[in-house]
């Protein structure tokens, strides 16, 4: 009976020296487990020092080439086209007549206009020889005077419809359109043809509003056409005096095309120096959430991210300017922002 006990008392020591170990082990894992889930809350980033620094007065846009002018050369009275002088592609200079119409109804109407004043003309000589001999009134003879203006008046309005015959292009360029043929009736004020003007070319860029206004009409901007490495000299002929609504202002450079390489709708690049060098606050491209247009970035205040708003200025490539929002010394998040959210808790990893 003594022995059973002393086996029973071993058995139970055993048992309960089993428990105390795995309830120790336990509180070990969970220890370890706590430790880990709070090294885990702590998103891993990067980050870059907002610093100040000398930056050139240079700045970049992209834009579009227009013509020069622009012209729709359209018939001024109504009839059909006897014939198109002109093919697309074909230069033309101001006043020179692109097509005429057949001109059959306008002749018959000037030979009409001149006989009425012929008529007229010879009326009025016999009233003057009536009147001086008393044959007519004062009055008779004022009409017949009248009937010789009125009559005037017809003829040369005649002689002019008979002029716009012939359809002159009002400026000098290249046929960009033809849109008629020869047999075709049209009325006044059908476009024959399309007449483009690319002398000169106008390259237009829109400009940020922190930028705008360090430029002024004349200044000179560097142009670099996207089909070649050639650059070209422009002056700015145009500033708009109010936003495109994405607070973005048109701009226009004026550049001489005299051998017509250029050709409107091509893309270039405009470069602006707004000469020297300035101290501006930067931080690096890839801080922006998003894209640099969406101005918000996450700043690091000891091991938590905010997102704050900012406002940005010149782009320098892989540096953007900032003007308002951040200050010399300020920790921005370059990396890791997908999973962050505002409050987040950060471990700056070493760069």
Do not use: C, W
Request: charged residues 20%; without cysteine.
């Amino acid at each position: 009976m003594k022995k059973r006990i002393i086996i029973i008392a071993s058995i139970v020591g055993v048992v309960l020296l089993f428990a105390f170990i795995l309830q120790n082990n336990k509180k070990k894992n969970e220890r370890e487990v706590t430790l880990v889930a709070e090294t885990n809350s702590h998103v891993a980033i990067r980050t870059s020092t907002v610093t100040s620094e000398k930056v050139n007065g240079t700045f970049e846009v992209n834009g579009t080439f227009m013509a020069n002018k622009t012209a729709e050369i359209a018939s001024e009275v109504s009839g059909q086209i006897a014939s198109i002088l002109v093919e697309e592609g074909d230069v033309v200079k101001a006043g020179q007549v692109v097509a005429s119409l057949t001109g059959d109804k306008a002749n018959v109407n000037v030979i009409n206009a001149k006989a009425t004043l012929d008529n007229a003309l010879q009326s009025l000589k016999r009233y003057e020889s009536a009147h001086k001999t008393g044959g007519i009134t004062t009055m008779e003879l004022d009409q017949a005077r009248l009937q010789v203006e009125n009559a005037q008046a017809q003829y040369q309005s005649a002689q002019l419809g008979s002029g716009d015959t012939q359809i002159r292009s009002k400026i000098s360029g290249i046929v960009n359109k033809k849109m008629v043929e020869p047999g075709m009736i049209v009325s006044s004020g059908t476009v024959i043809i399309e007449v483009v003007d690319i002398s000169s070319l106008k390259l237009r860029v829109e400009v940020d509003e922190a930028l705008v206004n360090h430029l002024n009409a004349g200044d000179n901007a560097t142009i670099v056409p996207g089909v070649s490495k050639e650059t070209f000299n422009g002056k700015i002929t145009f500033i708009a005096p109010a936003s495109n609504g994405a607070l973005k202002f048109p701009v226009e450079i004026t550049i001489e095309n005299k051998d017509q390489k250029l050709r409107a709708g091509m893309y270039a690049t405009a470069k602006f120096d707004t000469g020297g060098e300035q101290n501006t606050l930067t931080i690096p491209r890839t801080a922006f959430v998003g894209s640099v247009s969406n101005n918000q970035v996450f700043v690091v205040r000891g091991e938590t991210a905010h997102l704050i708003s900012v406002r940005s200025g010149v782009n320098y490539g892989d540096k953007v300017e900032i003007l308002d929002g951040l200050k010399s010394g300020d920790l921005v998040v370059t990396s890791g922002h997908i999973n962050l959210q505002d409050g987040t808790k950060v471990r700056v990893l070493a760069p």
